[in-house]
């Protein structure tokens, strides 16, 4: 059975080929090119990947980058979708490129200006779900104020930090993937609770 890490993986490929090399994404200033070199980088290069979390490693990753990015488009392509390394291997795969490839997927979909949201299978919102309560409680500490999440398809929640005057944060799981990851497009999300904790919230440097 294909995973969702697996199967964004492809379809995150599929549509680079289609866009071609030079399209914008939503990852920063990254090109099409640029954004599957830093995916290559993160998967097989073992003095590249480090600089991607730890910043004073960043021009070492820089070059890496280049590097990776500097020959045929189709060759990076087929290097992205044909992993060579531990990161690809079952168990390891759904845990640390599910999320990943789901986002990056959506950067190059969503840098039109006439993108629409993909009607995702319950299962695979499921798997974000699962994901995004571990990963969010991360991703939510520079705004510095109470968060809960909500699915609204379903209404189950999910304390990301405690404190009195929580936001809480309501959309479909692929939706919040999305905002807690720091990507401004997104579909349906809506924000309750005090004025200035949401404001704080919506304002901070969410993501990687």
């Known amino acids: 059975m294909t995973t969702v890490a697996r199967a964004e993986r ?12 030079d399209a914008p994404t939503l990852s920063g200033d990254w090109t099409v090119r640029e954004l599957l070199a830093h995916l290559v980088v993160r998967e097989r290069s073992v003095w590249g990947a480090p600089g991607i979390v730890v910043p004073p490693l960043k021009a070492l990753t820089d070059k890496a980058v280049d590097r990776a990015g500097s020959g ?3 060759e990076l392509v ?30 190059i979909r969503r840098a039109v200006p006439d993108w629409e949201p993909r009607d995702l299978p319950l299962h695979v919102q499921d798997v974000l779900w699962r994901l995004v309560r571990i ?13 809960v999440i909500r699915r609204v398809d379903g209404g189950e929640a999910s304390t990301l930090r405690k404190g009195e005057g929580a936001v809480e944060v309501t ?5 919040l993937v999305l905002f807690l990851y720091g990507r401004a497009q997104t579909h349906g999300v809506e924000f309750t609770g005090p004025d200035d904790a949401v404001r704080r919230l919506r304002r901070a440097s969410l993501g990687f």
């Open 10 to 21: 492809g379809l995150l490929c599929d549509l680079a080929l289609e866009v071609g090399p």
């Open 78 to 107: 087929e290097k992205v979708r044909h992993p060579r390394s531990p990161l690809a291997l079952p168990g390891v795969d759904a845990a640390v490129n599910t999320i990943e490839f789901f986002v990056h997927h959506e950067d």
């Open 135 to 147: 990963a969010g409680r991360g991703l939510v500490r520079p705004a510095g104020v109470p968060v």
């Open 171 to 175: 959309g479909l799981p692929s939706e």
């Open 72 to 74: 045929s488009f189709e």
